[in-house]
């Protein structure tokens, strides 16, 4: 007992112990994630190829798979001062409760206004939109929580910020919107009529709730179409992990600070920003040989993108004006059910987490909506938190594997993500003490219809 007392219950890094560099997962992986082509050639695509897309430097990111360390320019370094380092958490209150011999940790990154991880690579792709000179950036957002990181970061850089938010979501969380538009961003519910795609999409989905596939075409097309902006996006994407690696990287300081070395990783995982950025130097570890883990990534049961979709060449948005990844994939027109798995609705996994997972480095499962909420307000009771919908899918796998050890008797130690706080999610807690929450989960029919439409890829 002595010795637990020496691990505060929260553990906090110096700004000096900040990380100065990103870490790039993909210089370790001996199976690099399938480059991205061009929809209308099949090839992989070119920097030119993607900088009227993308910001130049940000290109550079997305292609670079051999660079372990990426330098966090000093201006960015600056306003991560402002909410980093996150607190490390030793979740005592929630190990009482469940009586489980295992240890829980928790990456707490809801300590900033905008609420979650996001910010981690908005102020980064901000800075380099600023940079190159652009008037402003176009994006989706699904829960509100990216959305409302750049709409920040932009607000804080002078740039424009315009936000095709998914409409299920848009017309839930009416106060995630409004931050945004108090930082200055126009806010549109996708799919929309101003644009061509949004169009398309509604006519042939009427009266859709819309999907992130859905919002990432509007936004492409208004990037595409607008001299002086480009498009950003808040997951998926290289580029995005990269960024997102400052989590792992402060959780493995934290941890090594205290000769802690956890047995069971865990993220929700819904386009891969989050649990990407936990497990980076984790996996790089494992992938080198140097340590093991086991790596859980969770998913909503709604959409199970790991757990029942096909590793293959596919659109990442459902106009279909984007270029092909290779990912676990439901197909780019696959919609899910207008539930509150917020930003977990996309209908396909990053390429780089699709690789590891396809090689056997890490595991996935997928969780029911009543279950999540089950857990999201047993540790608001037990450790104070309202934990945002997505963060509440590994809060259910860290109970779940607390419980198994509470059976086996075994010690083992646990991190996972909690990704943001639930504070603009109260719509689908209140659906959820009403006894209005449901589950849908679908059929093998509908995923199969969506990934018939695959694209043919010979690559």
Same mark, same amino acid.
């Given at each position: 007992?002595?010795?637990?007392?020496?691990?505060?219950?929260?553990?906090?890094?110096?700004?000096? &112990?900040?990380?100065?560099?990103?870490?790039?997962?993909?210089?370790?992986?001996?199976?690099?994630?399938?480059?991205?082509?061009?929809? *209308?050639?099949?090839?992989?695509?070119?920097?030119?190829?993607?900088?009227?897309?993308?910001? &130049?430097? +940000?290109?550079?990111?997305?292609?670079?798979?051999?660079?372990?360390?990426?330098? =966090?320019?000093?201006?960015?370094?600056?306003?991560?001062?402002?909410?980093?380092?996150?607190?490390?958490?030793?979740?005592?209150? +929630?190990?009482?409760?469940?009586?489980?011999?295992?240890?829980?940790?928790?990456?707490?990154?809801?300590?900033?206004?905008?609420? $979650?991880?996001?910010?981690?690579?908005?102020?980064?792709?901000?800075?380099?939109?600023?940079?190159?000179?652009?008037?402003? /950036?176009?994006?989706?957002?699904?829960?509100?929580?990216?959305?409302?990181?750049?709409?920040?970061?932009?607000?804080?850089?002078?740039?424009?910020?315009? /936000?095709?938010?998914?409409?299920?979501?848009?017309?839930?969380?009416?106060?995630?919107?409004?931050?945004?538009?108090?930082?200055?961003?126009? /806010?549109?519910?996708?799919?929309?009529?101003?644009?061509?795609?949004?169009?398309?999409?509604?006519?042939?989905?009427?009266?859709?709730?819309?999907?992130?596939?859905?919002?990432? $075409?509007?936004?492409?097309?208004?990037?595409?179409?607008?001299?002086?902006?480009?498009?950003?996006?808040?997951?998926?994407?290289?580029?995005?992990?990269?960024?997102?690696?400052? =989590?792992?990287?402060?959780?493995? =300081? %934290?941890?090594?600070?205290?000769?802690?070395?956890?047995?069971?990783?865990?993220?929700?995982?819904?386009? *891969?920003?989050?649990?990407?950025?936990?497990? #980076?130097?984790?996996?790089?570890?494992?992938?080198?040989?140097?340590?093991?883990?086991?790596?859980?990534?969770?998913?909503?049961?709604?959409?199970?993108?790991?757990?029942?979709?096909?590793?293959?060449?596919?659109?990442?948005?459902?106009?279909? =004006?984007?270029?092909?990844?290779?990912?676990?994939?439901?197909?780019?027109?696959?919609?899910?059910?207008?539930?509150? #798995?917020?930003?977990?609705?996309?209908? *396909?996994?990053?390429?780089?987490? $699709?690789?590891?997972?396809?090689?056997?480095?890490? &595991?996935?499962?997928?969780?029911?909506?009543?279950?999540?909420?089950?857990?999201?307000?047993?540790?608001?009771?037990?450790?104070?938190?309202?934990?945002?919908?997505?963060? $509440?899918?590994?809060?259910?796998? %860290? @109970?779940? &594997?607390?419980?198994?050890?509470?059976?086996?008797?075994?010690?083992?130690?646990?991190?996972?993500?909690?990704?943001?706080?639930?504070?603009?999610?109260?719509?689908?807690?209140?659906?959820?003490?009403?006894?209005?929450?449901?589950?849908?989960?679908?059929?093998?029919?509908? @995923?199969?219809?969506?990934?018939?439409?695959?694209?043919?890829?010979?690559?």
């Amino acid at each position: 007992m002595a010795e637990e007392q020496k691990i505060p219950y929260k553990i906090y890094l110096t700004e000096d &112990e900040m990380p100065k560099a990103w870490y790039n997962l993909r210089a370790d992986m001996k199976v690099k994630p399938a480059p991205l082509l061009n929809p *209308g050639t099949g090839q992989p695509l070119t920097a030119e190829e993607l900088t009227p897309i993308f910001c &130049e430097e +940000l290109v550079k990111q997305e292609l670079d798979n051999d660079t372990p360390f990426i330098e =966090i320019p000093q201006e960015i370094r600056d306003f991560y001062k402002m909410f980093r380092p996150s607190p490390l958490v030793r979740a005592y209150c +929630l190990e009482e409760k469940l009586q489980t011999p295992a240890k829980i940790y928790y990456k707490f990154e809801g300590n900033n206004t905008s609420g $979650s991880h996001k910010l981690n690579s908005a102020i980064a792709q901000a800075y380099y939109a600023k940079k190159q000179g652009l008037k402003g /950036v176009t994006t989706e957002t699904g829960a509100g929580q990216w959305g409302t990181a750049l709409s920040m970061a932009c607000a804080y850089l002078g740039l424009d910020c315009k /936000v095709y938010m998914v409409k299920v979501s848009y017309e839930q969380k009416p106060f995630r919107r409004e931050v945004m538009r108090t930082y200055g961003a126009s /806010v549109v519910p996708s799919p929309s009529e101003t644009t061509e795609v949004g169009r398309k999409i509604l006519a042939e989905f009427p009266g859709t709730t819309g999907s992130l596939g859905c919002a990432i $075409s509007e936004a492409v097309e208004v990037a595409t179409k607008n001299p002086g902006y480009r498009y950003v996006l808040g997951s998926v994407l290289n580029q995005v992990l990269l960024h997102q690696s400052v =989590i792992g990287l402060e959780t493995k =300081i %934290a941890l090594d600070k205290y000769g802690i070395k956890p047995d069971i990783i865990i993220g929700c995982a819904g386009g *891969g920003s989050n649990l990407g950025g936990l497990i #980076a130097p984790f996996m790089g570890q494992k992938l080198r040989g140097e340590a093991d883990y086991r790596i859980i990534a969770v998913e909503p049961a709604s959409c199970p993108s790991f757990t029942r979709g096909t590793f293959a060449y596919d659109f990442c948005d459902t106009g279909m =004006i984007c270029p092909l990844a290779k990912m676990y994939t439901l197909g780019s027109s696959f919609i899910p059910s207008a539930n509150h #798995a917020g930003g977990l609705r996309f209908h *396909g996994m990053s390429s780089t987490l $699709s690789q590891l997972y396809h090689d056997g480095y890490m &595991e996935a499962t997928s969780v029911e909506q009543t279950d999540v909420f089950e857990a999201a307000e047993f540790f608001a009771r037990t450790e104070g938190i309202l934990p945002a919908p997505e963060s $509440s899918h590994a809060i259910r796998a %860290a @109970i779940n &594997e607390a419980n198994k050890c509470k059976e086996t008797g075994e010690e083992k130690t646990i991190v996972f993500g909690l990704t943001g706080t639930g504070y603009f999610d109260l719509v689908a807690y209140q659906k959820y003490n009403d006894g209005e929450m449901s589950d849908y989960i679908p059929t093998d029919e509908e @995923i199969a219809a969506s990934v018939a439409k695959l694209p043919k890829v010979n690559a």
